[in-house]
């Protein structure tokens, strides 16, 4: 069964401080794809990133970063400097499989960040 | 580009009545995706299509909930009869097209289900 778990389920930061978000996930596939998606306070699903479960590189975007560890089947994210506008629900989130059969997208229960001024 | 559209945004009924939630997918995109959000289960998915046919209903809570995608460009999520454990936030989500973000469900901006 795939399963994402975020273990941790609220944190609250003053402005400018690092904070990083933990994802750690579970599958039988070989391949497979992992996400972030951010939901502001207004509601919508944004999405942040995908990851290939064969492309074990890091990432950086601006603030955001991505660390990929296959060995530890993790997928956490840093946001560096946080913003009062990085206040949101971030969900990871894991699909299956690459080569057909389910097209299910399995969520994380999300972890609601606060970034105080 | 239009993202995905839902319609209504919010939406408030009393128990018992017929609900219809609608969901544009983006230009090009052959999957489309209905979830439910609520505070005890999280994001669940309830139905997907391709190409617009039904592919895994097995998340459709019960015979209550239909799904139907008549074409490329609309789809409908119906509840009949409505109850207020039905109460929670729908998204649709497309995917597909071409390039590399072909395998990235983006989401519309949900609809706020109230029953009473």
């Known amino acids: 069964a795939q399963k994402v778990t975020q273990v941790q389920t609220e944190i609250s930061v003053v402005e400018k401080e690092d904070v990083t978000l933990d994802c750690v996930y579970e599958t039988r596939d070989t391949t497979y794809y992992l996400f972030w998606y951010k939901q502001p306070p207004s509601g919508e699903l944004v999405f942040l990133i995908r990851r290939n479960s064969f492309d074990e590189q890091n990432e950086i975007s601006g603030r955001y970063s991505w660390n990929f560890q296959k060995s530890t089947s993790s997928f956490n994210f840093t946001i560096t400097a946080s913003q009062v506008v990085d206040s949101a629900v971030y969900f990871c989130a894991l699909s299956p499989n690459l080569q057909g059969g389910s097209e299910k997208l399995v969520f994380g229960k999300g972890m609601k960040l606060t970034v105080n001024p | 580009d239009a993202g995905v559209i839902q319609s209504p945004r919010h939406e408030v009924t009393e128990m018992g009545q017929e609900v219809t939630l609608r969901c544009k997918p983006i230009s090009g995109h052959d999957y489309l995706f209905w979830y439910r959000q609520t505070m005890m289960r999280g994001l669940e998915l309830l139905i997907y299509?391709?190409?617009?046919?039904?592919?895994?209903d097995s998340g459709m809570p019960e015979d209550r909930f239909s799904a139907k995608m008549p074409n490329a460009s609309f789809s409908t999520l119906k509840i009949q009869p409505s109850e207020p454990r039905d109460s929670a936030v729908y998204f649709c989500?497309?995917?597909?097209?071409?390039?590399?973000?072909?395998?990235?469900?983006?989401f519309g901006p949900g609809t706020r289900l109230t029953v009473l």
């Open positions: 299509f391709n190409n617009n046919v039904p592919i895994d």
């Open positions: 989500a497309s995917k597909g097209g071409t390039g590399r973000a072909t395998d990235t469900q983006y």
